[in-house]
């Protein structure tokens, strides 16, 4: 796909105040300093489209950018990270969900793993949350430039048994750098074919 257009439109504290629903969207969660805005960045070919820090906690409301004058992507604030009070953690863990759940034009969800670290609880239970409620998800393994290979694939392997555990399939499974552009075409790929499949069904 060919990215013609991308740009900021909105951010958000609340679902209720993002763009209308009218066109198709695709969001990026993860824990905080995962790699979210940097891969929309990567994808989108902007350096500063999404705000980027090396300090977790940079994003903290629902930004919304508009892709090909035809669909949004979404980068949401982390997850899980531990320093900010307790209020303010679940402020943000309410929004997520808020958002997660009340966005009907959500085609699908990236889940951002850091490929550097065996299963974490925190993604684990928010992978049954996302189960539970039906909605529609994909994994991405983020920073693959910071891993060997062989430490890439056991870690992905660890993953895929965990995830078995309690589902019977696996969900798309996607690696990425930032760095080294990895995953660009993958994902532009995929979210095309979802673009596709949603305008042959009249639902674009
Ligand atoms: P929050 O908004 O704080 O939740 O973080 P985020 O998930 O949006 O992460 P962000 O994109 O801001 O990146 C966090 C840090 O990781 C930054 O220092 C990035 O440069 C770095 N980073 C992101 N992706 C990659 C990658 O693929 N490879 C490497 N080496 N560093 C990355
Ligand atoms: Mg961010």
């Known amino acids: 796909m060919e990215i013609s257009s991308a740009s900021f439109v909105i951010s958000n504290t609340s679902v209720e105040n993002c763009p209308k629903a009218d066109l198709p969207e695709f969001a990026f969660i993860g824990r905080s300093n995962v790699g979210k805005s940097s891969l929309i960045n990567m994808l989108m070919n902007q350096k500063n489209l999404a705000k980027t820090s090396s300090k977790p906690g940079k994003t903290l409301l629902i930004n919304h950018f508009l892709v090909n004058n035809a669909w949004y992507l979404v980068d949401l ?83 895929r048994n965990r995830l078995l555990e309690s589902w019977e399939s696996l969900p798309p499974l996607f690696l990425s750098s930032a760095e080294k552009k990895q995953g660009k075409t993958e994902l532009l ?16």
């Not at 679940?90 to 085609?107: G, T």
């Not at 790929?189 to 674009?204: M, N």
């Open 77 to 159: 604030p982390g997850y899980g990270y531990a320093k900010v009070s307790i209020k303010q953690r679940d402020k943000l863990h309410r929004m997520i969900s808020d958002y997660v759940l009340k966005r009907p034009n959500l085609q699908c969800l990236f889940v951002l793993l850091d490929a550097r670290h065996q299963p974490q609880e925190i993604d684990l239970e928010f992978l049954e949350f996302l189960g539970e409620n039906q909605v529609p998800f994909a994994l991405v393994f983020t920073k693959t430039d910071k891993c060997k290979k062989t430490e890439l694939n056991l870690n992905i392997e660890n993953y």
């Open 189 to 204: 790929d995929y979210l095309t074919q979802i673009l596709k499949d949603l305008s042959s069904q009249g639902l674009e």
